[in-house]
Every structure is written in structure tokens, then in C-alpha cells.
């Protein structure tokens, strides 16, 4: 099972947009989800098939796909966006993968 | 709206079985388009799925971890539970069970609904 690879951090001033990416293997990055989690709480479902946004979450957060690169977005930051954002794909054989984690810090 | 809620102990002594169960109120664990899991955090670290099961009978294991999981859906209880044998101390963890996206257009299958999550201390 190979990896999905995110960079460890990212940061941004309130307001400004950001971008977390996911790289994984053409077989593995195919139903994507992102996920958020502030510190000592579930994570919580923020993306679904690639770029579907689920009930609630706001249209700041968008997503992308290219390639083996999956991309997350979320414009107009803000201080509650500070977390930890995982990305998810499920393989062709049916298991599931995390990424290692992106630390969003809001400057 | 299902509420997801772990159990089970906090230590386990090496060597043995880890065994936590998570109990589903809201909703019923027995719908052939449901599928229930299990995923860890170890101290520090990301999230690392375990295994799923569907209702329906399909079951996916992480592959490093295959040989020493199991889960189980108990629908008299609408409880699911996770067995984890010969634990280590790399075992030690917070573990979530999960609940399904409930959203039929999904083309996909995503962890929705999540428990407050259980840490279990793997001692020596």
C-alpha cells in the first residue's frame, strides 16, 4: 500500500487563501476526502468524491484533483480553520489511506 | 443522527488483546448500504485506518495489520466491536470507530460519523 505524501505544515494570515496537496500513486488517489481535526477532537468530514462539500461545510473550502494530486483550498481563512488536514483515498483493492497530515496555522 | 460512543480499556498489557467496542445509537447498524470502522491515532501522530465492515458482509483490513484484527457487528446490540491481538507498544493509540457517509449520491465511501475516540496504553 503506498503512501499518500502531504507536506507537514502550512500557514496563512486571515483572509488570505491556502492550499494543502496530496500526492499519492494513480491508483490510490481515487475517491479523495479530506478531513479536519482541531486538537483533541474527531475528525471531521470536509471533502467527498474529490470536490463534493458535505451539508454544512462551507463553500470556503473547495478541492481538486489532477493527476496523482489531490488538492485542497480554503479561501478567506479564519481562526477556527486552524487544525489538522488529512487527505483519504481509498485503493481499487478497497482499502483505505490517510495521508500523514498538514498542520494548517493561522498567523 | 447517529452518535457514535467507544468502550472498552484503557491498558493492555503487551503481548495480549486489545478489545473496544462502539456502541451506535441514532440508527441502525444493519443496512446492507452501511459500513462501520475503525481507525487509531497514535500519541502525536495521524490518523491510520484499521479495518471496515460492511453489513453486507465485506469486510477490508489495512494490510500491515490483517493478520491480527478482527470486527464484528453485534445487532442485537447495535454494537460493532475491534479486536486487536499481540499488541505492542506501537499499538498504543486513540481509536475511533466511524460511522458511514449517509449521502446515496456518494460514489465513494467516507467516515462521517465519528466516536469521541478511546485511548488505550499498551503497557510492558
Known amino acids: 500500500q503506498s503512501a499518500l505524501t502531504q507536506p507537514r505544515s502550512v500557514s496563512g494570515s486571515p483572509g488570505q487563501s491556502v492550499t494543502f496537496s496530496c500526492i499519492g500513486t494513480?491508483?490510490?488517489?481515487?475517491?479523495v476526502s479530506w478531513y479536519q481535526q482541531h486538537p483533541g477532537k474527531a475528525p471531521k468530514l470536509m471533502i467527498y468524491d474529490v470536490d463534493q462539500r458535505p451539508s454544512g461545510v462551507p463553500d470556503r473550502f473547495s478541492a481538486s484533483k489532477s493527476g496523482s494530486t489531490a488538492s485542497l483550498t480554503i479561501s478567506g481563512l479564519q481562526a477556527d480553520d486552524e487544525a489538522d488536514y488529512y487527505c483519504?483515498?481509498?485503493?481499487?483493492?478497497?482499502?483505505?489511506?490517510f495521508g500523514g497530515g498538514t498542520k494548517l496555522t493561522v498567523l | 443522527q447517529l452518535q457514535l460512543q467507544e468502550s472498552g480499556p484503557g491498558l493492555v498489557k503487551a503481548s495480549e488483546t486489545l478489545s473496544l467496542t462502539c456502541t451506535v445509537s441514532?440508527?441502525?447498524?444493519?443496512?446492507?448500504?452501511?459500513?462501520w470502522s475503525w481507525i487509531r491515532q497514535a500519541p502525536g501522530g495521524g490518523l491510520e485506518w484499521i479495518a471496515t465492515?460492511?453489513?453486507?458482509?465485506?469486510?477490508y483490513f489495512h494490510p500491515s495489520l490483517k493478520s491480527r484484527v478482527t470486527i464484528s457487528l453485534d445487532t442485537s446490540k447495535n454494537q460493532f466491536s475491534l479486536r486487536l491481538t499481540s499488541v505492542t507498544a506501537a499499538d498504543t493509540a486513540v481509536y475511533y470507530c466511524a460511522g458511514p457517509f449517509g449521502d446515496s449520491s456518494a460514489r465513494g465511501a467516507y467516515f462521517d460519523y465519528w466516536g469521541q475516540g478511546a485511548l488505550v496504553t499498551v503497557s510492558s
Open positions: 465492515k460492511y453489513y453486507g458482509g465485506n469486510t
Open positions: 494513480t491508483s490510490d488517489v481515487g475517491y
Open positions: 483519504c483515498s481509498r485503493s481499487y483493492a478497497g482499502t483505505w489511506m
Open positions: 441514532g440508527g441502525s447498524i444493519s443496512s446492507y448500504i452501511y459500513y
